[in-house]
């Protein structure tokens, strides 16, 4: 994701680019084809409302900064309420062809192994979440510090002709969606309360995955923890994390309110594969079949893909990268992507975009202008290059897009017409000036303005 926006934005500046993958040359533990871009989480971008969600102001800036992730997402976009889904296989394709043809642009498939050659002088490195050990080893070399990792985990894919749809029903929380197909872009699974409480049990009790010595200390990230971790946190932590029963109506028993709710989302375009929303797992793969056929309309359950767990690597990137995402300890090297300390395919993404950008501005002889800090790009740039506590061992960790990492702003204290606005209207009105902010800052930032948008 980040070395293909990266590239193209590089390329689209007028920079000649060469971009280096190793599949399939070499696999990786979670890749499953050579194509660009794939995606081998969730198929969800997460949410698309550029007013009151920070990722998706996120979409915005970049869509409005020719970004090729965001262009390539719209055309393998699948139905998902107020989410933006894609279709996998369409919207990798769609990115590798998009590269594969760009006149600015070379692929050469193989592994860099190790840092690049010294005469190669202006190089982004982009290894996505699963950096090649000796690629990892090096840089650690390079800069002094101890490697920085955590677990990463993958949600099972399900097939539709396989899901009891005499159990479970069609709908989006709280009926979100402009259109029918999205109002119906889930499949729910109820469960009532000995249901639930017995899948609980089910959880904890399955064989889990055993990690080596080495990765033991290891921590999850917090943003996609295994639906196991989550049981073990507390028996309720499901019901009101991803198995939440609020904002839908049982259409088989309207009058009963299911006691849980497991979501599947599409997860391509035919509307043929399902995935199960929020339930990444460590469990072992025979345990997986037996534990989530338990679900009601599951009991038949045809699995694509089962679910599983990844190391990821990442930089101490407030210690060791600039302003503009250069390796402090030679500034030919830039960083983007996971690999920076950003979590999610977008924010992946969009520092691609970034360093792209400062890359193709460098060898051009032109200005490298960060975005301001009151954008949802330059937010993360200002998180991944000053947002730590100063001599605070493990300060630094990844983090998704939200609007705690933009200067503060003074929220509104009445509505349009004259309400006192509180709680939950007061925080969503704040989100929208500073969502307003944003956007005009990102347009003074893309037409050169950016000192008297960010003053």
């Not at 339930?279 to 679910?307: C, H, W």
């Not at 950008?357 to 000053?386: D, K, N, S, W, Y």
Request: aromatic share 6%.
């Amino acid at each position: 994701m980040a070395g293909c926006e990266a590239a193209w934005q590089a390329a689209e500046a007028g920079a000649r680019v060469v971009l280096h993958e190793m599949r399939p040359v070499r696999g990786t533990e979670a890749h499953q084809t050579d194509g660009l871009a794939e995606l081998v989480c969730s198929n969800s971008f997460r949410s698309d409302d550029h007013e009151t969600n920070a990722v998706g102001l996120l979409h915005e800036e970049m869509r409005r900064a020719g970004s090729l992730i965001m262009a390539k997402a719209a055309i393998a976009r699948v139905p998902a309420g107020g989410a933006l889904a894609v279709d996998r296989e369409v919207f990798s394709q769609a990115v590798t062809q998009a590269i594969g043809a760009h006149p600015n642009i070379g692929i050469v498939r193989e592994e860099i192994a190790g840092l690049p050659p010294e005469d190669w002088d202006s190089v982004i490195i982009a290894t996505g979440p699963l950096t090649s050990p000796a690629l990892a080893d090096a840089v650690h070399g390079l800069t002094g510090e101890g490697e920085l990792a955590f677990f990463d985990a993958i949600a099972p894919i399900i097939h539709a002709d396989s899901i009891d749809m005499g159990a479970a029903w069609k709908q989006s929380r709280y009926d979100k969606g402009e259109t029918e197909d999205d109002k119906a872009a889930y499949i729910n699974c109820p469960m009532d309360r000995d249901q639930y409480e017995a899948f609980i049990d089910a959880l904890i009790a399955a064989p889990k995955t055993e990690f080596k010595d080495w990765e033991k200390d290891t921590p999850y990230f917090d943003g996609c923890l295994p639906v196991e971790v989550m049981a073990e946190r507390g028996r309720e932590t499901l019901r009101h994390g991803p198995m939440k029963p609020r904002g839908l109506t049982n259409a088989h028993n309207p009058d009963e309110k299911p006691y849980a709710v497991v979501q599947l989302r599409q997860d391509n375009a035919l509307g043929t594969l399902f995935n199960m929303v929020g339930f990444q797992t460590k469990m072992k793969y025979g345990a997986q079949a037996d534990v989530f056929r338990m679900i009601p309309g599951l009991e038949n359950a045809s699995f694509a893909r089962l679910g599983g767990i990844h190391r990821n690597t990442f930089l101490n990137s407030p210690r060791l990268l600039d302003g503009v995402m250069r390796l402090k300890a030679r500034p030919s090297l830039r960083f983007a992507g996971q690999i920076t300390g950003v979590e999610g395919y977008v924010e992946s993404a969009a520092m691609g975009l970034l360093a792209g950008r400062f890359a193709a501005a460098e060898r051009l002889g032109q200005p490298m202008t960060p975005p301001p800090p009151t954008t949802a790009l330059g937010a993360l740039l200002t998180h991944i290059t000053t947002g730590h506590v100063p001599g605070k061992k493990g300060a630094f960790q990844p983090m998704n897009v939200n609007f705690g990492l933009f200067p503060d702003m003074d929220g509104p204290s009445r509505g349009p017409q004259g309400e006192r606005l509180r709680g939950a209207a007061k925080a969503q009105a704040k989100k929208r000036l500073m969502s307003a902010r944003a956007l005009a800052d990102h347009e003074a930032w893309l037409t050169g303005g950016v000192a008297e948008a960010a003053e």
